[in-house]
């Protein structure tokens, strides 16, 4: 078995007479119609994860920010604004996505620790909900540009509460030596000041602590933490009306249990219920990446007497490398973060050569696979389907080596339509002068 059981029922995918089908659509009929590589979601999928989340916090007052940068693609973004989402973006061309999609600036909140003048200037003028801001230069800037434009600009402050979310060290960001938010020392002090500024609206606190969190204790930690401060305000009458947990709910890539998003949502209700806070929350990989699958064609076989077993320790002897058409500039998760994606074969077939596989992409790095140790059964023009590729896929990709970035489909019932064309190699030279 390639693919867990848990893997199998998270994701959207399905077999069908032997083939694999998202929704009522046969992947094979998707690759022959628009080639490979390809981005395929499950449009079914990803307003069923956003309904998981939102029915969560139940009847507390909320609003659920999707964080763009998890999968920016337009027809993705629409999905979740025609559902009531609101958006956390992390730049000024999220900012134009969101708008280009349909969405609603009054629910978009700005994060991220570099916010340019021009940024900021386009935010204000565009009229989001609120900027949660990362340092003390920020908040100065912002109030700024505030006057300049003649607008008073709503913000929270984004703590950083020192707590480890158990999790991979670059998708950490609520640790003391991660650049990500403001300490808790230094946070009453900003907050007074922000309260004095007659450019700034202090609406709430802000906090994330990192992404693909299995275990709810973290979150809770910094819950508290988030809570004492808003106490501690309201001792110094500045009352926060808001308050932002993030994002960072984890989802199944292999055997991992996903997050329990309906215990945590009764554990978070139980803390705020009283307080009339509105609560808002940022998560993307949970919305997204098992919505997604990314389809690949096998190149060429090239087995040099690797094991038969999956087995890392037997490297030595040789290695058996698939070589397929997708790369790390389609999909960088696994060489950047050795992520483990399943793998799955659109057409089953019950061929007794099944051997250890690793699959690599054509690009000219030692470092781009997608998958290693697989058993598989392959043969040269099959098709792949790299799973859970719907969060941190396609917003990641590059035109490393020149390449056309991927096309991308969303399904809806049993029929599919392209919703970003696959890019041409005018495209990518459009840009340049000689
Ligand atoms: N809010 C903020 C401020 C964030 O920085 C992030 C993710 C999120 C929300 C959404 O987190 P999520 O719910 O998706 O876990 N490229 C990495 C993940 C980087 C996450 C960055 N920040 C990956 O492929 O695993």
Redesign the pocket.
């Known amino acids: 078995m390639t693919v867990t059981p848990e893997l199998f029922s998270a994701t959207a995918v399905k077999y069908r007479n032997g083939e694999l089908y998202v929704e009522g659509a046969s992947l094979g009929n998707i690759a022959d119609a628009v080639g490979t590589p390809v981005y395929v979601y499950s449009q079914e999928m990803l307003k069923n994860q956003y309904r998981k989340l939102d029915a969560a916090l139940g009847s507390l007052p909320h609003q659920l920010h999707y964080?763009v940068?998890?999968n920016s693609t337009l027809a993705v973004l629409k999905t979740f604004a025609e559902l009531g989402a609101g958006f956390?973006i992390?730049s000024g061309g999220e900012l134009s996505r969101v708008l280009a999609a349909g969405g609603n600036p009054d629910s978009v909140v700005f994060?991220?620790v570099g916010k340019s003048v021009e940024e900021i200037d386009f935010a204000l003028k565009t009229g989001i909900e609120c900027f949660?801001v990362e340092s003390n230069s920020e908040l100065i800037r912002i109030s700024q540009r505030a006057e300049v434009l003649g607008k008073i600009a709503p913000i929270a402050l984004r703590i950083n509460p020192n707590v480890d979310p158990k999790t991979?060290p670059?998708?950490s960001?609520g640790l003391k030596e991660n650049k990500?938010g403001i300490l808790q020392e230094a946070a009453l002090g900003l907050y007074q000041q922000a309260d004095a500024d007659p450019n700034l609206h202090v609406r709430g606190v802000a906090c994330?602590i990192?992404?693909?969190?299995s275990a709810p204790e973290p979150l809770f930690d910094a819950l508290d933490q988030l809570l004492s401060l808003i106490d501690q305000l309201a001792d110094r009458e500045i009352q926060l009306t808001d308050i932002d947990l993030?994002?960072?709910?984890g989802v199944t890539y292999q055997d991992e249990a996903s997050f329990d998003i309906d215990a945590w949502g009764d554990r978070v209700v139980e803390h705020l219920g009283p307080r009339g806070l509105t609560v808002s929350i940022?998560?993307?990989?949970?919305l997204t990446a098992n919505a997604g699958v990314l389809l690949t064609r096998v190149e060429y076989l090239k087995p040099s007497g690797g094991p038969a077993q999956a087995n890392e320790s037997h490297a030595d002897e040789g290695k058996n490398f698939a070589i397929v058409d997708a790369a790390m500039n389609d999909l960088l998760?696994p060489s950047?973060?050795q992520?483990w994606h399943g793998v799955l074969a659109v057409q089953e077939h019950s061929s007794s050569d099944t051997r250890c596989w690793d699959l690599v992409g054509p690009i000219c790095e030692s470092g781009d696979w997608l998958a290693k140790n697989r058993m598989l059964s392959l043969a040269e023009g099959d098709l792949l389907a790299i799973l859970s590729a719907g969060?941190?896929g396609s917003s990641?990709s590059s035109n490393y080596n020149t390449r056309n970035r991927a096309a991308e489909v969303m399904v809806s019932g049993d029929g599919f339509r392209v919703v970003r064309r696959r890019e041409s190699l005018q495209d990518q030279l459009s840009t340049e002068i000689l």
């Not at 990192?210 to 969190?213: D, E, H, L």
């Not at 940022?282 to 949970?286: Q, Y």
């Open positions: 964080a940068k998890a956390d992390v994060s991220g949660n991979h670059y998708i960001t990500f994330h990192g992404s693909q969190i993030g994002g960072g709910f940022e998560p993307g990989r949970f998760r950047l973060y992520a969060a941190y990641l």
